[in-house]
C-alpha cells in the first residue's frame, strides 16, 4: 500500500460531542438516550468530541426516519445494528491486534482499521443488493413458509471444561466455516450461530434434508466431533434479520433430542420428503419434551441403496417402528437450544 492509498483510508477529524449532536439535530435527550443505547453505547454523556461531519449527517438520516417508523421499530433497528456491529468490532479488534503484533506488517492498526473500514462497507453493499432483489417481493417482518434447522456439537459442555482454549477456538471456527459452506451449497440461509451451534433455514425440505445428512460429514474429518441436527417446517416469522415461531421451537427440540450423528425431522418435513428416494425415514416413538408431551418426528438417513438401486423407493423408506432415535434424558427432557 503506498503512502497516498494509507493517508486517504484515514479517518476525519471529529468535531462534535454527543451533546453538540443532539443540539445540531433536534433530537430530543430522551429518544437520543434509547437510540444510543440501543446501539450498545454507555449511558453518561461524555465531552469529548467523537462524531465527525458525516457521522453527524448519516445519524440525522436515522433520526428522520421517525416520520415513516414508529420509535419502537427504530430502537429496534437500532439495537439490531448494535449488536452484529459489536461483534464484528470484537472479532476484528483481535485480529487487528495480532496484526499489530507481527512485524513483517507494515500497516499501523489505525490504516489496517481503515482499510477494513472500506471492505466492510464494500461488501455489506453487495450483500445488500442481493437481498434486495430476492426480497423485493417481502415486506418487512414478514410470516412465511419455512424450513428452520439447527446443527450442534455433541457433548460440547463437557468438550470445552478438558479442550485447551486454543483448540476449543479452532475447533468452533473449523465447525461454522465448514457448517456455513454446507448450508450455502444448497441454497440455504445460515440465521445465527449460538456458541457451539448453528440456526440455519431452507425453502425447500428436500435442500434442508441434504443439507443435514452433508453437515454430519463434517465429523468425518478432524477436529468436529458428532453432530446433531434437527429440521421443523412451519410459518415463521422473519424480523431484523432472525427467525421466531414454533418451528424454531421444535427444530431446537429435534436437535436436543437427537441421538449422536442423527437427524430428527419434524412431521411436515417427513411428508415433503417421503417420495425422495435419496432418504430413507425411520420411524420413532413421540418424544416428550418441554413443551410438548407427545412430538412426532423421524430419523432421517441417507438410503444406502438409492446410488445401486438395489432396492425401490418404496421399500427404502419403509422403515419399522424402531428404537427411539432420540437422547432425550430419562424424563423425557431436554435442553433449549433455541434463544
Given at each position: 500500500m503506498s503512502d497516498q492509498e494509507r493517508s486517504g483510508l484515514s479517518a476525519p477529524e471529529p468535531r462534535y460531542t454527543r451533546d453538540d449532536l443532539v443540539e445540531e439535530l433536534g433530537?430530543?435527550?430522551?429518544?437520543?438516550?434509547?437510540?444510543?443505547?440501543?446501539?450498545?453505547?454507555?449511558?453518561?454523556?461524555?465531552?469529548?468530541?467523537?462524531?465527525?461531519?458525516?457521522?453527524?449527517?448519516?445519524l440525522g438520516l436515522f433520526a428522520d426516519s421517525e416520520h415513516t417508523m414508529p420509535e419502537t421499530a427504530?430502537?429496534?433497528?437500532?439495537?439490531?445494528?448494535?449488536?452484529?456491529?459489536?461483534?464484528?468490532?470484537?472479532?476484528?479488534?483481535d485480529q487487528l491486534t495480532e496484526l499489530e503484533r507481527n512485524p513483517d506488517v507494515p500497516w499501523?492498526?489505525?490504516?489496517?482499521a481503515n482499510a477494513l473500514g472500506v471492505i466492510q462497507q464494500l461488501i455489506w453493499r453487495r450483500h445488500l443488493d442481493m437481498a434486495m432483489t430476492r426480497d423485493e417481493s417481502r415486506e418487512s417482518d414478514e410470516r412465511m413458509e419455512l424450513v428452520v434447522g439447527f446443527a450442534d456439537i455433541v457433548g460440547y459442555t463437557s468438550?470445552?471444561?478438558?479442550?485447551?482454549?486454543?483448540?476449543?477456538?479452532?475447533l468452533l471456527e473449523t465447525f461454522e466455516d465448514r457448517t456455513f459452506d454446507v448450508v450455502a451449497r444448497y441454497r440455504g440461509h445460515v440465521v445465527k450461530t449460538l456458541g457451539d451451534g448453528v440456526m440455519f433455514t431452507f425453502s425447500s425440505s428436500n435442500a434442508a434434508a441434504q443439507a443435514a445428512l452433508a453437515i454430519h460429514e463434517l465429523s468425518d474429518d478432524k477436529p468436529i466431533p458428532a453432530l446433531r441436527v434437527g429440521l421443523a417446517r412451519g410459518q415463521i416469522l422473519s424480523r431484523l434479520g432472525d427467525v421466531f415461531g414454533e418451528p424454531v421451537n421444535i427444530a431446537a427440540r429435534l436437535c436436543g433430542s437427537a441421538r449422536p450423528g442423527s437427524t430428527l425431522v419434524s412431521e411436515p418435513v417427513a411428508d415433503d420428503i417421503a417420495d425422495d428416494d435419496r432418504f430413507y425415514l425411520r420411524s420413532i416413538s413421540p418424544l416428550s419434551v418441554r413443551g410438548y408431551r407427545r412430538l412426532?418426528?423421524?430419523?432421517?438417513?441417507?438410503?444406502?441403496?438409492?446410488?445401486?438401486?438395489a432396492k425401490s423407493g418404496d421399500e427404502a423408506?419403509?422403515?419399522d417402528e424402531a428404537e427411539s432415535g432420540a437422547g432425550s434424558t430419562s424424563d423425557g427432557s431436554t435442553e433449549d437450544v433455541a434463544s
Amino acid at each position: 500500500m503506498s503512502d497516498q492509498e494509507r493517508s486517504g483510508l484515514s479517518a476525519p477529524e471529529p468535531r462534535y460531542t454527543r451533546d453538540d449532536l443532539v443540539e445540531e439535530l433536534g433530537l430530543s435527550p430522551d429518544y437520543a438516550e434509547k437510540v444510543w443505547n440501543a446501539f450498545g453505547f454507555a449511558r453518561q454523556s461524555t465531552p469529548d468530541k467523537i462524531f465527525t461531519a458525516d457521522e453527524v449527517k448519516a445519524l440525522g438520516l436515522f433520526a428522520d426516519s421517525e416520520h415513516t417508523m414508529p420509535e419502537t421499530a427504530q430502537v429496534a433497528t437500532a439495537r439490531a445494528i448494535g449488536q452484529t456491529m459489536s461483534r464484528l468490532a470484537d472479532w476484528q479488534a483481535d485480529q487487528l491486534t495480532e496484526l499489530e503484533r507481527n512485524p513483517d506488517v507494515p500497516w499501523t492498526r489505525d490504516q489496517m482499521a481503515n482499510a477494513l473500514g472500506v471492505i466492510q462497507q464494500l461488501i455489506w453493499r453487495r450483500h445488500l443488493d442481493m437481498a434486495m432483489t430476492r426480497d423485493e417481493s417481502r415486506e418487512s417482518d414478514e410470516r412465511m413458509e419455512l424450513v428452520v434447522g439447527f446443527a450442534d456439537i455433541v457433548g460440547y459442555t463437557s468438550l470445552s471444561r478438558r479442550t485447551p482454549l486454543d483448540e476449543l477456538e479452532h475447533l468452533l471456527e473449523t465447525f461454522e466455516d465448514r457448517t456455513f459452506d454446507v448450508v450455502a451449497r444448497y441454497r440455504g440461509h445460515v440465521v445465527k450461530t449460538l456458541g457451539d451451534g448453528v440456526m440455519f433455514t431452507f425453502s425447500s425440505s428436500n435442500a434442508a434434508a441434504q443439507a443435514a445428512l452433508a453437515i454430519h460429514e463434517l465429523s468425518d474429518d478432524k477436529p468436529i466431533p458428532a453432530l446433531r441436527v434437527g429440521l421443523a417446517r412451519g410459518q415463521i416469522l422473519s424480523r431484523l434479520g432472525d427467525v421466531f415461531g414454533e418451528p424454531v421451537n421444535i427444530a431446537a427440540r429435534l436437535c436436543g433430542s437427537a441421538r449422536p450423528g442423527s437427524t430428527l425431522v419434524s412431521e411436515p418435513v417427513a411428508d415433503d420428503i417421503a417420495d425422495d428416494d435419496r432418504f430413507y425415514l425411520r420411524s420413532i416413538s413421540p418424544l416428550s419434551v418441554r413443551g410438548y408431551r407427545r412430538l412426532r418426528a423421524k430419523v432421517l438417513e441417507a438410503n444406502k441403496y438409492y446410488e445401486s438401486g438395489a432396492k425401490s423407493g418404496d421399500e427404502a423408506k419403509s422403515g419399522d417402528e424402531a428404537e427411539s432415535g432420540a437422547g432425550s434424558t430419562s424424563d423425557g427432557s431436554t435442553e433449549d437450544v433455541a434463544s
